[in-house]
């Protein structure tokens, strides 16, 4: 039975659709919930997604086009299908960006949506069968994945990655195009083989630099979905997207220097360490050598003192940890070792123009937005 959710500011209206005999075992379709505004609608659907979503389009809080894209971007309904009337179609142009699957004018007819079921019906069995060949070809071009890329090659590609070092950027520029040239250009073949080769870069990066998940959300990077692009460069832009995105984050807490090696041994010694008391003296004591030593090079080096540059790591991941969500002001400045939570709160705002709490607040409406 495929769920629907119905979604609308007048109950009347909500009603009067659920009312249609057409709800049941006849259609394969049944009303598993509703909600009265897009608010509730994206609280629910977080809960439970549904196939298929009919929702108005002007409502408060949230509007039909805020959740269709939040739907959208979310996998939160597989088919969205606005409830309008005729005055309402200038949001055509927005709602086909996100995807839109239909609409239906009020107050809706049985027999306009009889036949959008049986769309919308047919639309999911053939993307699900599609997706069933996908898999197939999938685990077939898997189980050769060693004749496209030897694992030394790829090795290649994460320590250029690890190491800060443009030459990845080139090097999967020209991955992209030997690979799409040794499949005949087939678009879905190259981009499994691709999306495989760079979820290996990524687990790569992650080994040789585990820290990295404690500043940003690694599932971003995970989501490449190289299967829905229509052609190679876009395939190619994409990857170039985010192996500069890795390599910029890496570069950000790695002060690579090509003179002394110490800076490279100073900066991870204070990632793996971000959570605990460390300062100039802990570090020094870690790497057998003098502070007077490590402060000048440091200094010297990357013109920033050592100190300074803790406290960047530090806020940092404190901005991680107020994104997730999990634990409030006060416990993530004893978790960063400030046992003073008033200065904390001073030097986040010092270092990002906000509080913890309008940071959070911030990070809330941009992702309503």
Not at 197 to 203: G, H, S, V
Not at 287 to 307: A, W
Request: charged fraction near 30%; include cysteine.
């Amino acid at each position: 039975m495929f769920k629907v959710m119905v979604v609308d500011d007048m109950e009347v209206m909500r009603r009067q659709i659920k009312r249609l005999p057409l709800w049941g075992e006849g259609t394969g379709f049944s009303i598993v919930d509703e909600a009265e505004d897009g608010q509730e609608a994206l609280y629910k659907l977080q809960r439970q997604p549904v196939d298929l979503l009919i929702t108005d389009i002007k409502m408060p809080r949230i509007n039909g086009i805020e959740l269709l894209k939040e739907a959208h971007e979310n996998q939160l309904a597989t088919c969205v299908v606005f409830l309008s009337e005729h005055s309402e179609f200038n949001f055509a142009k927005e709602a086909i960006q996100y995807g839109i699957f239909d609409y239906l004018v009020k107050p809706v007819k049985a027999e306009e949506l009889k036949t959008l079921l049986q769309k919308v019906k047919n639309y999911i069995e053939e993307r699900e069968q599609a997706q069933i060949q996908l898999k197939k070809l999938e685990d077939k071009l898997m189980e050769k994945i060693e004749v496209y890329y030897p694992t030394s090659y790829l090795n290649s590609i994460v320590q250029y990655v690890c190491e800060g070092n443009k030459e990845a950027i080139k090097t999967i520029g020209a991955m992209v195009d030997d690979t799409a040239a040794a499949l005949g250009h087939d678009i879905v073949k190259t981009a499994i083989v691709l999306e495989k080769a760079y979820n290996e870069i990524l687990i790569g990066v992650k080994d040789k630099h585990g820290w990295i998940e404690e500043f940003v959300d690694i599932n971003f990077f995970a989501d490449t979905n190289l299967t829905h692009y229509s052609d190679i460069d876009s395939i190619k832009k994409k990857l170039i997207e985010m192996l500069e995105a890795i390599i910029s984050i890496i570069t950000k807490f790695i002060l690579y220097s090509g003179k002394s090696p110490l800076i490279k041994e100073i900066c991870i010694y204070v990632m793996g360490n971000v959570e605990n008391n460390i300062s100039i003296t802990t570090i020094s004591e870690a790497l057998f050598l003098t502070k007077n030593h490590i402060g000048d090079i440091f200094k010297q080096e990357t013109g920033m003192t050592v100190g300074e540059y803790i406290t960047m790591v530090k806020i940092e991941r404190a901005k991680q940890l107020v994104a997730e969500g999990t634990f409030k002001s006060y416990e993530i400045a004893e978790k960063l070792g400030y046992s003073n939570v008033e200065y904390f709160a001073k030097l986040f705002k010092k270092n990002t123009g906000l509080t913890p709490m309008e940071f959070k607040h911030e990070l809330k409406k941009t992702d309503i937005s």
